[in-house]
């Protein structure tokens, strides 16, 4: 079964620290660009973070820009998001999706987020929630 498991959620107090994971079964993690993405009901889905295939090109939503840190161990096939410093806004329900970055990206010092829309591979999500 081609499937993407996230897991790492939970409830956190503010200043606190978690990390996702983001599992892939079935199909070869490395070869995708992988997306971190949250939604809070009644809101659009954000991109928060995105990661190259290699690992060394990486981007970040400015909202979490110094407080996260997306990486990649392909021998595992997972990709890990480290959540620090956590806000009450950053409460949300968390997904990875796998995917390809645009051709123009090559060239780019950081990943390109892909559409939605054309990604391969969603997971189902992992509720972060932030509070006293």
């Known amino acids: 079964q081609l499937q993407l498991v996230e897991s790492g959620g939970g409830l956190v107090q503010p200043g606190g620290s978690l990390r996702l994971s983001c599992a892939a079964s079935?199909?070869?993690?490395?070869?995708?660009?992988i997306g971190w993405f949250r939604q809070v009901p009644g809101k659009e889905r954000e991109g928060v973070s995105c990661i190259g295939i290699s690992g060394s090109r990486t981007n970040y939503v400015d909202s979490v820009k110094g407080r996260f840190t997306i990486s990649r161990d392909n021998a595992k096939n997972t990709v890990f998001l480290q959540m620090n410093s956590l806000k009450p806004e950053d409460t949300a329900t968390y997904y990875c999706?796998?995917?390809?970055?645009?051709?123009?990206?090559?060239?780019?010092?950081?990943?390109?987020?892909?559409?939605?829309?054309?990604?391969?591979?969603w997971g189902k999500g992992t509720l972060v929630t932030v509070s006293e």
């Open positions: 079935g199909f070869n993690l490395a070869v995708y660009t």
């Open positions: 999706a796998a995917g390809h970055e645009p051709v123009w990206a090559a060239g780019q010092p950081f990943c390109i987020m892909p559409a939605e829309d054309g990604m391969n591979y």
